[in-house]
């Protein structure tokens, strides 16, 4: 806490005034029409759940959804405000929201301009605005994400142990919200073990000499002078910060890593850890494999009460305790599903997408996320590309700190075998950071005038106050005229490029031509990319012409849906509207969010061959591979059938394959 006070009440005025429109910003961008966009499939599952749970029904871990928290939250918001698709969205659109402020804790690290550009820069970013209004939990992930690597490097520049006890908690709330946690925790115990290794070769702590040893030496005395360091690391736990953080986040998740041991299943065949084919049970233990799995758990779980301890066993158990109550409230749903909840938690959770990661869902290429980012992260992908290359003749602690997370996270999601657009959240997020303490660090160098000398901690926080300010609200007079709100993009840019040149003309700054060229290039970037922002979180929302849209439900299925709820709603004093769906290919999702206060609708598995004459539906929607079942036997008394989209995909044909050297020679590849 003393830290945070500290924060604002070094932050100016003006500085606050900044944030406050960022704040805006971001809120006009992930609140204004939330309503508006069909559910998703996935959107729609995790809605109904959260309904589900809202109305007493209870909730049960499924690892196919991710972690349970995200509906359980939401539970909680339809029990208060009611269930719509505007509060389905909600939690994640505060969540968009909130991500935006979050690198004001990091001002002290990022410095006063890269904190502010950071913020807008998430504040604008296409891909964190579509994710902030989508119901999935990626956008909670980057929040936990980003709260995680602000108490981290706070706990390594000041080693104050309630640090620790943010990050058990951000920890357990991250493998209670989505499996990508493992990686989170691989990226940050990686780089601990890295600083370990190149502060002690510094500091030449260890015997090696890397002209004249042989790699075999060099690997033993790199190990012998990491395991001195550790023993150092328990007899004087503040003696290496790396290391007793690396102590904590090992200890307390390792448990949950428990389903890796899968690998057993190549030296014993006979034994089944992570199961494929059994449904409801995919990734969980079969057989004599449950016993093993027990022994693995109890072992790990035994193995780290034993190290967390023997570290440092006052600060452990108060860590382990607030890890082990967060999640466990959580994957038991509070206790009401002790048993399965624990076991599908500890198991289940990645043991499920070890065997997912066999099926590469999606099938995207390698350079998917090169494409993506082109398109819709070009800002912060090129100015983290800038401070990487400058690292070589000027560094720091925490810019080599998001450099390395850039590099690993992308390289982490570029190898992993699924790769989807919602995943982009996470390699955009720690470029957005790097690439606002690098264009921070530009602004920060401009030198000011005796004139304004006074006044530099104010100008140009006044300047983002202005831009935002028409931003803002030329956004919410015409977010809808895509040409005008380009005009008036690039109106502004030419405006603030003008001033620009105008205190250099006056000596208000003296700035390099390299440093002005690089300022007016985020200025005209960043109004393309709320262009961006705008055109594909609002006009073309759920339709499949953006590849981060990737595959929708159609508009027509929402159209629908409100004129059967109009229908009910007209036959309130007479028998209910009878509605069935057909489930053929998962045809039931959205459906089943959109009637789920509809008592009288069925959801029956339709072949070509049903017969429908029978039926007492008022309303009958059939998947088209089974059309010829209506055409050919249901009562005349039914109106002719009208065919609509129900869910559509991006042409994945216009990216897949692509080859370079055909592009450059102008042969086109097939």
Not at 268 to 288: A, F, W
Request: proline share 4%; hydrophobic share 45%.
């Amino acid at each position: 806490m003393s830290m945070t006070r500290s924060i604002f009440n070094s932050v100016s005025k003006v500085e606050l005034v900044a944030y406050f429109m960022i704040l805006l910003l971001s809120s006009y961008l992930r609140l204004e029409g939330l309503e508006t966009k069909s559910m998703h499939h996935d959107e729609s599952l995790h809605a109904y759940y959260a309904w589900v749970f809202s109305e007493g029904g209870g909730l049960i871990h499924n690892p196919m959804l991710h972690g349970p928290l995200q509906m359980q939250l939401s539970g909680f918001i339809f029990f208060i405000f009611g269930d719509t698709d505007f509060t389905a969205r909600i939690l994640y659109a505060f969540a968009g929201i909130s991500l935006s402020i979050v690198p004001l804790l990091l001002r002290n690290y990022l410095g006063k301009y890269g904190a502010i550009v950071s913020s807008f820069l998430i504040a604008i970013s296409p891909t964190m605005i579509y994710f902030s209004r989508f119901a999935r939990n990626d956008i909670l992930m980057a929040v936990v994400t980003l709260l995680l690597i602000v108490c981290v490097w706070r706990y390594l520049q000041g080693g104050q142990t309630r640090n620790m006890y943010w990050i058990a908690a951000l920890l357990a709330l991250a493998y209670t919200i989505k499996e990508t946690s493992y990686l989170i925790t691989g990226i940050i115990g990686l780089y601990l073990i890295l600083s370990i290794v190149v502060g002690s070769y510094k500091n030449r702590n260890w015997s090696i000499n890397t002209e004249t040893d042989t790699y075999p030496k060099i690997i033993s005395s790199t190990v012998m002078g990491f395991v001195k360091i550790g023993s150092l690391g328990f007899r004087n736990p503040g003696a290496c910060k790396q290391f007793s953080l690396l102590i904590l986040i090992f200890t307390l998740t390792l448990p949950q890593w428990s389903a890796f041991s899968a690998i057993l299943e190549v030296i014993i065949p006979s034994v089944v850890l992570v199961n494929e084919n059994l449904p409801g049970q995919i990734g969980m233990p079969v057989g004599i494999g449950n016993l093993l799995a027990l022994l693995i758990v109890s072992g790990l779980f035994i193995f780290s009460i034993y190290v967390g301890t023997k570290w440092n066993w006052k600060i452990w158990l108060k860590c382990a305790a607030i890890f082990y109550v967060v999640w466990s409230l959580s994957y038991t749903t509070f206790f009401t599903n002790i048993t399965s909840g624990i076991k599908s938690g500890i198991w289940q959770s990645l043991g499920y997408w070890v065997v997912q990661q066999g099926e590469g869902r999606g099938g995207q290429p390698t350079y998917y996320y090169v494409v993506l980012s082109s398109i819709y992260e070009y800002l912060p992908m090129l100015f983290a590309v800038f401070a990487i290359i400058q690292l070589a003749r000027k560094k720091d602690a925490f810019s080599v700190f998001l450099a390395y997370w850039v590099v690993i996270t992308f390289i982490l999601y570029t190898l992993a075998s699924e790769k989807m657009p919602w995943l982009l959240v996470n390699v955009t997020l720690p470029a957005i950071i790097l690439a606002g303490k690098y264009i921070g660090e530009k602004i920060q160098a401009l030198h000011w005038s005796p004139v304004t000398e006074d006044y530099k901690t104010g100008l140009f926080p006044m300047m983002v106050v202005a831009v935002l300010t028409v931003f803002l609200i030329s956004g919410i007079i015409l977010y809808s005229f895509s040409t005008s709100y380009g005009l008036i993009l690039i109106s502004l840019s030419l405006i603030l490029i003008a001033a620009l040149f105008f205190m250099k003309w006056k000596g208000v700054i003296s700035i390099y031509p390299i440093n002005l060229c690089l300022v007016i290039t985020v200025i005209v970037l960043s109004g393309l990319t709320l262009k961006t922002g705008i055109v594909v979180s609002f006009q073309n929302q759920d339709t499949p012409v953006e590849m981060l849209v990737y595959t929708q439900t159609s508009p027509e299925v929402r159209n629908i849906a409100q004129q059967i709820t109009a229908t009910r709603s007209l036959n309130t004093d007479i028998s209910p509207t009878k509605v069935t769906i057909d489930q053929t290919n998962g045809f039931t999702w959205p459906w089943t969010w959109y009637l789920r206060n509809h008592q009288s609708a069925s959801f029956p598995q339709l072949t070509d061959t049903s017969d429908l004459s029978g039926t007492e539906s008022d309303i009958l929607i059939i998947h088209a591979n089974n059309r010829i079942s209506a055409d050919t036997t249901l009562p005349e008394e039914f109106s002719e059938g009208i065919t609509y989209p129900h869910r559509w995909w991006f042409p994945e044909d216009t990216y897949r394959n692509l080859n370079i050297m055909d592009h450059l020679t102008g042969r086109t590849s097939l």
